[in-house]
């Protein structure tokens, strides 16, 4: 695992420099959200862990890495097909195809699959935050853990999203400002 993290690390720092397309970069999490993904996810009562936008699977082996100490599956939805391909590639050399389920597909078609969700990770096209968070946060668990990612780096276009989840009496949440801002909150 360690070693394809560090291939994606590199590919992923490669890709914002050398002018790569916007839908063919990866844009994955940096590290230290990797790490404080594994931490929360660990730490989430049971219940299946979800990923929204997958790419090329980096933030995914962080928390197979969690599920993993605590026993539960994850799930992670991604729509394009490239990426799909490079995340099966990453799940294999990882050696988590038994705790990862790579879905190719938008994760709003299949949500109603979902109870007593866990964990859920939210790092997709900032348009579909709204519905995804509706989506996940009537399907978690009591005490359950849902992060979205760019709360800070995409502030102006998220801030109607992030007020809402702040006021949202169904659960408790607080911005925390750790590599590009990670909105965390706790299902009530
Ligand atoms: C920022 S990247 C994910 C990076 C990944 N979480 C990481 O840190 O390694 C966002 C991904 O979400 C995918 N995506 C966008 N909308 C989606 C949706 N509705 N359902 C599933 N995936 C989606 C995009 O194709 C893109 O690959």
């Given amino acids: 695992m360690a070693a ?3 291939e994606l690390e590199a590919r992923d ?12 970069r990866l844009r994955q999490v940096p590290r230290e959200t990797g790490e404080f993904l594994a931490l929360l996810c660990a730490a989430a009562p049971p219940g299946p862990a ?3 936008g997958t790419s090329a699977g980096y933030s995914t082996m ?3 890495l969690a599920c993993r100490q605590s026993a539960r599956r994850l799930t992670t ?3 394009l097909a490239e990426k799909v391909e490079l995340a099966r590639a ?8 038994d705790v990862v389920e790579v879905v190719h597909g938008d994760f709003r078609g299949d949500a109603a699959r979902w109870h007593g969700v866990g964990f859920c990770f939210l790092d997709a096209e900032k348009d579909v935050y709204d519905a995804c968070y509706d989506l996940v946060v009537g ?4 005490g359950g853990l849902l992060v979205a990612d760019n709360v800070i780096s995409h502030a102006a276009v998220l801030e109607p999203f992030v007020t809402r989840v702040l006021t949202d009496d169904r659960v408790d949440a607080i911005v925390v400002p750790i590599g590009k801002g990670e909105l965390v909150a706790r299902r009530r």
């Fill in 77 to 79: 939805y991604e729509v």
């Fill in 62 to 64: 962080w928390l197979a």
């Fill in 90 to 97: 990453t799940m294999a050399l990882a050696g988590i195809e």
């Fill in 139 to 142: 399907a978690m668990a009591s």
């Fill in 50 to 52: 979800i990923e929204i």
């Fill in 4 to 6: 394809r993290m560090a």
């Fill in 13 to 24: 720092a490669a890709d914002r420099l050398d002018g790569t397309a916007h839908l063919a």
